[in-house]
C-alpha cells in the first residue's frame, strides 16, 4: 500500500514520516511554504527518539502524481474546514484500471471533530474513521516534532458507518509497525465523540493560552458539560473516560514542554480559519437540534473564528474576559 498523506501538517506529517521510517511508501501533499520547505531541505521531523529528515514525494495535488494506484491509501488530515475541497479534488483523480479515487480507493479520516466522516460518506464509497491522539506540533515550514513515548500517538481506527475489515487491520498493522498504538474498533466513533469533548478547550487555549489556570480549567469543565449533555439529549454514545485512559496510560506519555494545541497552532501560524466550527460548534448544532442550550460553546467558538478572521495573536485575550463573556451568554440563555 501506498500512503498518500493529505495534509501534511503536526498530524499528517508525522503519521507520514514514521510510516516511512517503517519502510511503508508514503506521499506528502502541501501547500504554500510548507510544501516548497518540504521538497528543498525535507520533512524536519523529531519525536521522542530524537530529529531527522524525511526526504519523500511532496505534491500539491493529484495531478502531480500522474494518476492513483489502485493500492494507494487516503489519509485526510487536513482541519476539517479544509476537508471539503480536499476530498473534492482528490475523490474525482482517476485511478489506474478505471474509476475515480471516489470510487476505488478508501479515504481515512484523521481530523478532530465528527463531520470529516460525514462528509467523506457523502463522496467516498470507502471511508474509515481514525480517532487521533497523538500531541504534536507545526510551527514553521517543513518542520514537526511529537514527542510522546513510547508510542508516538494511538489511533483508534475503523469503518466510520460501523465495523471493522481486513483493510482497516492491515493499516493497524502497518501503524503499530511505524510505533503508534492502532486498534482496529467496530466504533469509532463513538470514540472521535469523546474525543469531540476533551477539544471542547482548544479555543480555551487558543484564546488565552497554553499555561494551566484553574479559571481555565473551570470553563472548559462548563463547556465539557454542556457538551455531555448535548450528546445525551442526542442519543450519541461516547467512549467513557475510563476506557480512554486505560487505552493511553503507560503507553503516550507526553513531555511538560508542549506547545499549544492544533487551535493555538492554527492562530500561530496566521492561517486565517480555525476548526471551533467543528469542534464547540458540534456541540452548538446538537444542542440547537435536541433543545439543550450551549452558551459556553457558542462562546468559545465566536471567540476562536474573531481570532482567526482578525489575526489575532493566540493567548491575547484574558481568562477573565472569556469568563465574563460566557457568563453573559448564559444569564441570555
Not at 99 to 106: E, S
Not at 130 to 149: D, I, K, M, R
Not at 307 to 315: D, M, N, Q
Amino acid at each position: 500500500m501506498r500512503y498518500i498523506i493529505i495534509g501534511a501538517g503536526a498530524i499528517g506529517a508525522t503519521i507520514g514520516g514514521r510510516l516511512a521510517e517503517a519502510g511503508s511508501e508514503v506521499v506528502l501533499v502541501a501547500r504554500g511554504a510548507h510544501a516548497a520547505a518540504l521538497a528543498a531541505d525535507g520533512l524536519r521531523l523529531t519525536t521522542a527518539d530524537g530529529p531527522r529528515v524525511h526526504r519523500l514525494p511532496v505534491v500539491t495535488g493529484p495531478a502531480e502524481l500522474g494518476g492513483l494506484r489502485p493500492d494507494d491509501v487516503l489519509l485526510l488530515a487536513v482541519k476539517t474546514q479544509d476537508a471539503i475541497a480536499a476530498l473534492d479534488t482528490w475523490g474525482a483523480a482517476e485511478v489506474a484500471g478505471g474509476g475515480t479515487a471516489a470510487q476505488r480507493l478508501p479515504v481515512l479520516c484523521a481530523q478532530n471533530g465528527v463531520e470529516s466522516e460525514r462528509l467523506a460518506l457523502r463522496r467516498f464509497a470507502r471511508v474509515y474513521g481514525v480517532c487521533v491522539w497523538l500531541p504534536a506540533t507545526f510551527t514553521e515550514p517543513g518542520a514537526v516534532s511529537a514527542l510522546c513515548a513510547p508510542l508516538t500517538g494511538i489511533l483508534h481506527l475503523g469503518l466510520a458507518a460501523g465495523g471493522a475489515d481486513a483493510r482497516a487491520r492491515r493499516i493497524s498493522a502497518d501503524l503499530e509497525r511505524a510505533g503508534f498504538g492502532a486498534p482496529v474498533v467496530t466504533d469509532v466513533m463513538r470514540w472521535k465523540y469523546a474525543k469531540l469533548l476533551g477539544n471542547l478547550g482548544n479555543a480555551v487555549q487558543a484564546a488565552t493560552g497554553p499555561e494551566p489556570d484553574p479559571a481555565k480549567a473551570a470553563l472548559v469543565l462548563r463547556a465539557r458539560r454542556e457538551g455531555r449533555e448535548a450528546l445525551l439529549a442526542a442519543g450519541i454514545p461516547y467512549a467513557s473516560d475510563a476506557e480512554e485512559a486505560e487505552a493511553r496510560d503507560g503507553k503516550v506519555r507526553q513531555p511538560d514542554a508542549v506547545r499549544g494545541g492544533s487551535s493555538w497552532q492554527s492562530l500561530y501560524r496566521g492561517t486565517g480559519t480555525i476548526e471551533a466550527d467543528y469542534l464547540n460548534g458540534e456541540v452548538c448544532l446538537l444542542g440547537r437540534l435536541h433543545g439543550v442550550p450551549t452558551p459556553v460553546n457558542e462562546t468559545l467558538r465566536h471567540a476562536a473564528n474573531i481570532f482567526a478572521r482578525e489575526g489575532l495573536p493566540p493567548g491575547s485575550m484574558s481568562i477573565a474576559d472569556l469568563t465574563a463573556l460566557a457568563d453573559e451568554a448564559a444569564a441570555r440563555t
